[in-house]
């Protein structure tokens, strides 16, 4: 009766242990994203385009902003795009002020200064 016991439990075990249905995945980073900010001497009001598509956002005044210092990205101030290369035009009051190509990486922030 002991063996008959073995069997019945060892045949539940394994059946018990192979019922685990799907696949997990775990998957963690950061977002496939990066930012461009706009500084100024005084915050401004502009507007940006960006590959053709248009922002309206206030620039960050540049004595708030010192080189190698976080700017606290916010809707107000940042915009989010895809890594790559982007065509980048910012114009104050209708006038263009600034025309360029930029290059982002994965979570980059860059800084274009006006």
């Not at 060892?10 to 930012?35: N, R």
């Not at 401004?44 to 206030?58: K, M, P, Q, R």
């Not at 540049?62 to 190698?68: E, V, Y």
């Amino acid at each position: 009766m002991s063996m008959r016991k073995f069997i019945l439990s060892f045949l539940g075990a394994i059946i018990i242990t192979s019922c685990g249905v799907g696949s997990y995945s775990v998957s963690s980073g950061k977002a496939d994203e990066a930012m461009v900010s706009f500084v100024s001497s005084q915050e401004i009001a502009i507007s940006v385009t960006i590959d053709g598509e248009n922002y309206s956002l206030v620039s960050v005044k540049a004595d708030a902003w010192k080189k190698d210092r976080n700017i606290k990205k916010t809707a107000k101030n940042t915009i989010y795009i895809a890594p790559g290369q982007h065509e980048v035009a910012v114009q104050i009051e209708g006038k263009e002020v600034c025309h360029k190509k930029i290059f982002v990486s994965t979570q980059e922030h860059k800084i274009i200064e006006l």
